[in-house]
Structure formats: structure tokens, C-alpha cells
């Protein structure tokens, strides 16, 4: 049987339970997902060659990585290629593309005019992220919530000048662009006052959004984090932080998978910031043991981020974004697993017959409720998924993977 033979056989067995896999594609279309640019050179960036600081670290030296914008963005093109459907890139400051001598407190929108050029050719969409971090002015540990003024106004100018960066994306390409503010601030040991570092992260934030942007073109969005290297016992930015925040300032709450204790996950915390926030941002990404950013894979939490969204009709809300940075691996494999396995767990939640299965839980029939869901796990969700590559026009199954190594040999290994 070939690739349209098998979803013809899968359609009817979905039918059978009530699932129109043709209405499904077409719902799955609409998912943009926002590939983070930083798994392309591990999140080395443009402006300077000094090392990742912030508590975030990547291992790993494959070979190949990109070293400037022009090489970046041709892996990305070969990733994107591998991907079905529409998408965005999240960009981060440290990814300005101009020959200007410049700071991150003096970065303005003509300093990204080439990736705007490159993602209206692409059809991309594109988010932004300020950079706090692998500068020297991430003082002592801290930026906006430092102690000293002169370390926070930098950070603040960094900020605002983000903002308008994120303005200008949204302008020239039509579609809203996400502006994340994650900042690493924290300490390595107990500290004695807790409460005054996060009163300056608030009235710095403060500050950087006092200006009312057109919500159209850019929204603001804020990560928290429970801690860091070298940030281990107090992260200034933490969850009830962000939540306080982002609720009373109506910003998005960023939720990254990796940023709760180890057996927390962000599923369970999607319907609640449904009912109470503006927006969502997800960084889906994947701790080992601690925030290690592993590639995304599809397993457990992955599913259950994805059916939280569909089953409680969040995906208009919410943007999903990924955040993982492995070296060990080819890149553009990493983007490619990554991307493909979340668009694929938001098929997979979508092809679910989910008015049933609530109604069956309404019913209070737990029996039927757990026999249903197990049984779907058998269900040929991969014979929709590669119909649906092939309607998009990219690889399907492990032919990927092919041209993928020719690319590196071609390409990657003789750089
Ligand atoms: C760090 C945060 C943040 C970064 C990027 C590079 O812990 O997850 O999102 O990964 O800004
Ligand atoms: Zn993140």
C-alpha cells in the first residue's frame, strides 16, 4: 500500500470512532510552531565570541555548526524543509546580522533587516527574544534586578530597544511577533533578602513596557525559571513571580518545560493559565534529570502538552515555541526531530474523539474512559501523519533523514 492507500485505511478506522482525519489536517495546518534559531550554533549568536553565560550550558561539539548569519540561515532552509506545514523562527538579539560595531543596548530593527528580507522569502513568521546574558554587563549574577543602576538601565535600554524590534517584525511580516524576557538573575547560595531583587525585577519590567505596543504586531511574554548554574538556591524570575506579573500586567506566561522540579510538568498547569491569562508561550523542550534541553522527543509529557491544548481548546491562545540546544548531534537533525515530533503530538491529540471522552467522564464511566484512551494508543495516527508530509510536500518517514546526512557531507563537514 502506498502513503494515500494507508490514510484511506486510517481515515475509515478513525470514522469509526467519529474522527474526521480530513477536517484534522486541515486544523493541523493552521499550528505554527516557532523554531528557536539558538539550536542552530548553540546559542553562540553574532555579537560577540565570548562564552554562553546566564546558567544555561550546551555540551557537545559536532561538527558543522553554523558561524555566521549566512550559514545559519541555510541550515535553517534544510530544516524547514524537512517540516510540513508553515511556521516561525524565534530569533534572540545576539542573532542581529549587520557589520556595525554594536551593543545590545543600541540594537535597532535595521540591524535584523536581513532576516526580515529572508523570512518574507521563506513565508516565515518571527518572534524575538532580549538577550540577558553572555554579555559582560550580566554583573555578579544579575541584570535587571541588579543592585546597581547602571547595570539595570543597560539591561532596561536592552529591553525597550527589544520591543521595537519585535514591533517592526510584526509590521513587515504581517503576523504577530512574540517578545519573550527571560533573564537568569539569581543567586548560588541563600540569600538573606529575596524580596527586594524581585521588587527591582518588577519595577525594571515595569519600565521596559511602559510604552503600549500594538498588540497586533507584538506581544510581550515572560519566562520563568526555579534555577540555574550557578543560580541554584534563588532564581529571582520564578514561577509565582511571572504568574504575579505576566497576570497583572497582561503579558503572556512563558512556560518552559524544563524551568519546574523534576517531576513537575507544565500539562497540568495549561488549563489554569487558560482560564486567567492573556496568552501562553511554550518553550517545549526536554529536562533530563535538570533543565538539560534535550531534544524534544515524543514522550509522555509531550502528548499530554499537546492534548491539554487541544482538549481544552487552547491552541488559539497559546504559541508554542521550542527551546532545546544539543552539540552532540546534527543540528539540523535536532530541529528537524524536535519540530517534527511536536507538530506530530498535536496530530496525534487532534485525531483523539475528545467531545466523547468528555462526555464519558461527565458520565462518570472511568471503565470506558481508560479503555478508550488505551486503545488509541494503537491507532494509526502515523499513517495520517505521513499523508499529511506528503500532502506538504516534504519527506516522508526516515527520507528525511536521508538527504538530511548528504546535506552534512555535502555542506556541514567542510566547514
Ligand atoms: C533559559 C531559558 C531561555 C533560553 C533561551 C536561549 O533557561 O529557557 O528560554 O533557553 O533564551
Ligand atoms: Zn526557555
Given at each position: 500500500m502506498n502513503t494515500t492507500e494507508k490514510y484511506l485505511a486510517?481515515?475509515?478506522?478513525?470514522?469509526?470512532?467519529?474522527?474526521?482525519?480530513?477536517?484534522?489536517?486541515?486544523?493541523?495546518?493552521?499550528?505554527?510552531?516557532?523554531?528557536?534559531?539558538?539550536?542552530?550554533?548553540?546559542?553562540?549568536?553574532?555579537?560577540?565570541?565570548?562564552?554562553?553565560t546566564g546558567g544555561i550550558s550546551v555540551t557537545g561539539n559536532h561538527p558543522g555548526k553554523a558561524t555566521n548569519p549566512t550559514e545559519?540561515?541555510?541550515?535553517?532552509?534544510?530544516?524547514?524543509?524537512?517540516?510540513?506545514?508553515?511556521?516561525?523562527?524565534?530569533?534572540?538579539?545576539?542573532?542581529?546580522?549587520?557589520?556595525?560595531?554594536?551593543?545590545?543596548?543600541?540594537?535597532?530593527?535595521?540591524?535584523?533587516e536581513k532576516w526580515v528580507a529572508w523570512a518574507k522569502e521563506q513565508g516565515l513568521g518571527l518572534d524575538f527574544n532580549p538577550t540577558?546574558?553572555?554579555?559582560?554587563?550580566?554583573?555578579?549574577?544579575?541584570?535587571l534586578s541588579s543592585p546597581e543602576k547602571e547595570v539595570r538601565d543597560f539591561w532596561i535600554e536592552h529591553g525597550k530597544r527589544s520591543r521595537k524590534i519585535a514591533e517592526y517584525f510584526g509590521k513587515e511580516l504581517g503576523q504577530v511577533c512574540v517578545n519573550n524576557f527571560w533573564v537568569p538573575d539569581g543567586y548560588k547560595d541563600n540569600p538573606i533578602d529575596r524580596y527586594s531583587p524581585r521588587k527591582r525585577l518588577m519595577e525594571s519590567l515595569d519600565e521596559i513596557f511602559?510604552?503600549?505596543?500594538?498588540?497586533?504586531?507584538?506581544?510581550?511574554?515572560?519566562?520563568?525559571?526555579?534555577?540555574?548554574?550557578?543560580?541554584?538556591?534563588?532564581?529571582?524570575?520564578?514561577?509565582?513571580?511571572?504568574?504575579?506579573?505576566?497576570?497583572?500586567?497582561?503579558?503572556?506566561?512563558?512556560?518552559?518545560?524544563?524551568?519546574?522540579?523534576?517531576?513537575?510538568?507544565?500539562?497540568n498547569k495549561l488549563s489554569s493559565l487558560g482560564l486567567f491569562s492573556e496568552g501562553i508561550l511554550l518553550h517545549v523542550s526536554r529536562p533530563v534529570r535538570w533543565d538539560s534541553d534535550h531534544v524534544v522527543i515524543m514522550d509522555d509529557e509531550l502528548q499530554e502538552i499537546a492534548k491539554e491544548l487541544v482538549r481544552n481548546d487552547l491552541l488559539g491562545k497559546t504559541n508554542i515555541g521550542l527551546d532545546f540546544f544539543d552539540a552532540t548531534i546534527n543540528r539540523v537533525a535536532a530541529w528537524v526531530i524536535g519540530t517534527r515530533n511536536t507538530i506530530k503530538a498535536?496530530?496525534?491529540?487532534?485525531?483523539?474523539?475528545?467531545?466523547?471522552?468528555?462526555?464519558?467522564?461527565?458520565?462518570?464511566?472511568?471503565?470506558?474512559?481508560?479503555?478508550?484512551?488505551?486503545?488509541?494508543?494503537?491507532?494509526?495516527?502515523?499513517?495520517?501523519?505521513?499523508?499529511?508530509?506528503?500532502?506538504?510536500?516534504?519527506?516522508?518517514?526516515?527520507?528525511?533523514?536521508?538527504?538530511?546526512?548528504?546535506?552534512?557531507?555535502?555542506?556541514?563537514?567542510?566547514?
Open positions: 486510517a481515515k475509515e478506522k478513525y470514522a469509526s470512532i467519529g474522527v474526521d482525519t480530513d477536517a484534522v489536517l486541515k486544523e493541523l495546518e493552521k499550528v505554527k510552531i516557532s523554531m528557536h534559531v539558538w539550536q542552530g550554533d548553540d546559542v553562540q549568536g553574532f555579537l560577540s565570541d565570548g562564552e554562553l545559519l540561515r541555510q541550515d535553517l532552509e534544510k530544516a524547514y524543509s524537512f517540516i510540513p506545514g508553515k511556521h516561525k523562527l524565534n530569533l534572540h538579539a545576539i542573532y542581529l546580522d549587520t557589520d556595525e560595531k554594536i551593543d545590545l543596548n543600541e540594537i535597532e530593527p535595521k540591524h535584523f540577558f546574558f553572555s554579555h559582560p554587563m550580566f554583573k555578579d549574577g544579575f541584570t511602559a510604552e503600549e505596543l500594538d498588540p497586533s504586531l507584538t506581544l510581550d511574554a515572560v519566562e520563568s525559571k526555579l534555577f540555574g548554574l550557578g543560580a541554584e538556591a534563588y532564581t529571582v524570575g520564578s514561577h509565582e513571580f511571572y504568574m504575579g506579573y505576566g497576570l497583572t500586567r497582561q503579558k503572556l506566561v512563558c512556560l518552559d518545560a524544563g524551568h519546574f522540579h523534576p517531576t513537575e510538568v507544565i500539562s498535536v496530530l496525534k491529540a487532534m485525531l483523539e474523539p475528545t467531545d466523547y471522552l468528555k462526555q464519558i467522564e461527565l458520565d462518570g464511566d472511568f471503565t470506558t474512559r481508560l479503555v478508550l484512551t488505551e486503545e488509541l494508543k494503537d491507532f494509526p495516527y502515523a499513517d495520517v501523519w505521513n499523508y499529511y508530509c506528503e500532502q506538504q510536500g516534504v519527506p516522508v518517514g526516515l527520507d528525511w533523514y536521508k538527504e538530511a546526512q548528504q546535506y552534512e557531507q555535502d555542506v556541514l563537514l567542510k566547514r
